[in-house]
């Protein structure tokens, strides 16, 4: 008996350390997962100043009870779930179905697809072309600070 628990303990101190070694790469994750590790670091953490939106950019709707004193799992449950749902609404553009999700989280689904007098985005129109050539139509949303 007193071999065994030895054993088990040798071979417990043999594995902690491979088993701390093995830390995965971003790149190794699938892409939805990469997705949401891009919109953590990037959205970063929304606190109460930053009223209505809360944990990693999701903003608050009519109902909604829920307050920037979540946790980061929370927040990251919530992220998770947008991001599903606007997946959802754009899986039909195939390859570039997760680009427009991740486009659509920081402009808004509406700047996208259209709303009222507002049509399609040149970009949605673009991919609906089948033409892969929008860099300039993507970069024309990015207005970082101003």
């Not at 088993?19 to 699938?30: E, G, H, K, T, Y």
Request: hydrophobic residues 35%; contains cysteine; aromatic residues 16%.
């Amino acid at each position: 008996m007193v071999k065994w628990i030895f054993a088990f303990c040798l071979l417990c101190l043999w594995a902690l350390p491979s088993m701390a070694q093995r830390r995965v790469r971003w790149i190794d994750l699938p892409s939805f997962e990469r997705a949401v590790l891009c919109v953590k670091y990037f959205e970063g953490w929304h606190g109460k100043e930053h009223y209505p939106y809360v944990g990693y950019g999701h903003q608050l709707k009519k109902g909604e009870k829920l307050t920037a004193g979540m946790t980061e799992r929370q927040a990251d449950s919530l992220l998770r779930a947008d991001l599903w749902k606007r997946f959802e609404m754009f899986k039909g553009y195939g390859k570039d179905a997760l680009l427009l999700t991740l486009h659509s989280y920081n402009v808004g689904v509406g700047r996208l697809l259209g709303y009222g007098k507002q049509g399609k985005s040149k970009l949605l129109r673009k991919i609906e072309q089948g033409d892969r050539e929008y860099y300039k139509e993507y970069l024309s949303f990015c207005h970082y600070k101003g």
